[in-house]
Every structure is written in C-alpha cells, then in structure tokens.
C-alpha cells in the first residue's frame, strides 16, 4: 500500500492488545464497560489478545486501518474461508 500522504510504500505489520480494539469518538479516556452503537470495534479479544492489520509509513509516521478489509481483524481471518 502507498502512503497517501507522501506517496511511499508502507510496511504492513499489526497492532496487538489483550484486549479488543475498539475506536470511540471523542478523547475522554474512560474505562470501557460496554461498546455502544457508535463505537467501532476493531478486533476482538480472542484467548491470545486482540490483533489489527495496519500499514505504517516511516517516514511521516502515519498508520492505516483499512477497516472495510474483511482481513484487517487478524483475529476472524480464516486463510481457507474467503
């Protein structure tokens, strides 16, 4: 994938959490008790933590979910169920 921002090619790696990953509106950091309907889940935690396929560009430390990707949760993707 190329950066949009500067055009280079990104390196694919991933982030990790014990946790699942969910993005919220807003900076208030909370305690996470429930996702509402507005909340975006990520990934979900598994038994070995969460995981999210993310693309990162060294040189204007930018990253990339693709959350349209059916494979950006590494946690629900099945390599032989497509």
């Given at each position: 994938m190329?950066c949009p ?8 790696g991933m982030i ?6 969910i993005w919220?509106?807003?900076?208030n ?6 996702v509402s309907?507005?909340?975006?889940t990520?990934?979900?935690s598994?038994v070995?933590?969460?995981?999210i396929?993310?693309?990162y560009?060294?040189?204007?430390k ?13 946690n ?7």
């Amino acid at each position: 994938m190329d950066c949009p921002y500067c055009g280079k090619e990104m390196e694919e790696g991933m982030i990790q959490n014990r946790y699942p990953l969910i993005w919220r509106k807003g900076t208030n950091r909370h305690e996470i008790k429930w996702v509402s309907k507005e909340d975006i889940t990520l990934s979900r935690s598994i038994v070995n933590g969460a995981a999210i396929k993310v693309f990162y560009c060294r040189d204007c430390k930018k990253m990339i979910i693709d959350c349209a990707d059916p494979h950006s949760d590494l946690n629900n993707y099945d390599p032989y169920h497509y």
